[in-house]
């Protein structure tokens, strides 16, 4: 922490204020917060910090930028204070919040980085002059990220910047790929009584802590319809760290993901290619949609870009065995051509049958299972028979 002790004289001139401060820099770590809220971190740090000693630049993190501040349209002026402070003044509104009298900056990540945004600390405060103080009394802060609509947090402003606020942020600023905007609003301002106030918001410091990372990289995702109606995935994961776990995720609405594999990376491995062959997609026609999940060791998750396919059912007839365990049922999927009782056989490789079943199926894809009874691990053949028409398919029983 770094104290400084100032004097700024008062007079009635607008470039000045009356004030006698012992003003605090507070560029600390809000390390409780960070780890409550993001548990891969073990502290956060500075990725944004604005100290307005007569610049409007900031100091970034090292691996992404930040915007010089800059005020909306509704603020006709702008200037420092002593070195030490900046202030927006007139256009602040007397009453509700006016979407175009805010302060403004921004943070973007580097290329192929990650930004996750935990909390901006601020020493804000309205001006000194007047009896009482004038300026707005009230701030809110909002972001690009729902357009600047919501209010993540709100306050009041007082004489005093400090102590600091504190403002967490929630986890939608978490895994940030690409800018996101802050505004920070005054409004319902008062002049105070005794003359020489004017309407001012001050800024002393922000500070925006968090974490730039280079992520868990799911390189070259593809996916391609396979065997009519079955989904080939392939993808390269690198990786900065270990990683924990891996999740393929399918979803019919591009909305609801549910895991259909998982998957145990080999930690000794620094670049890792996968391929997975879903069998499962039932019905068969329509529009999947697909990502990788992963999860390193120390907690921090990260997505693919969601791949979407369409998969069409013909007018064709086929049978894809799908692997199965000892006391599990039998399953495959078939491709219909058309509506209608098929009879279902399973043989084992010495041509004994060991088990049939008469399914009523509709036209277009569909699993079928059958009981396995008490087959012992193996090789096996499914037989689907439809008047004149035969297919057949392996299948394993592990």
Known sequence: MKTKLFLTVMSNR???EVAITVFFKR???MSIICLSLFPGFSSAQSVGDWTFNNILTATPGSHNTASAVSHGSAISTGAFNGGTVYFGED???SGALDANAYLQFTLTPGSGY?????ALVMNIRRSTTGTGGSGPNNWSLRSSLDGF????????LTTSSTPATTVVLPAAFTGLTSAVTFRLYGYNATIGSGGGGLNRFVYDNLTTNGAVILPIVINDFKIAVV???AVQLAWTLEADESVNSMQVERSSNNNDFTVIKNYFPDQNLQQRQYEFVDESTTPANGDFYYRIKVMSMSGKISYSAIQKITIAAGNNFSITGIATHQGENIKCKVLADQTGNYQFSVYALNGARVSAKSISLTTGGQLVRMDNGSLVPGMYIIVAERTVRKISSKIIVE
């Open 227 to 229: 065997h009519n109606d």
């Open 149 to 156: 609509t919501v209010n993540i947090s709100s306050g009041v």
């Open 27 to 29: 560029n600390f770590i």
């Open 114 to 118: 990650t930004l996750t945004l935990s």
């Open 91 to 93: 256009g602040w509104p």
């Open 14 to 16: 607008r470039n000045a």
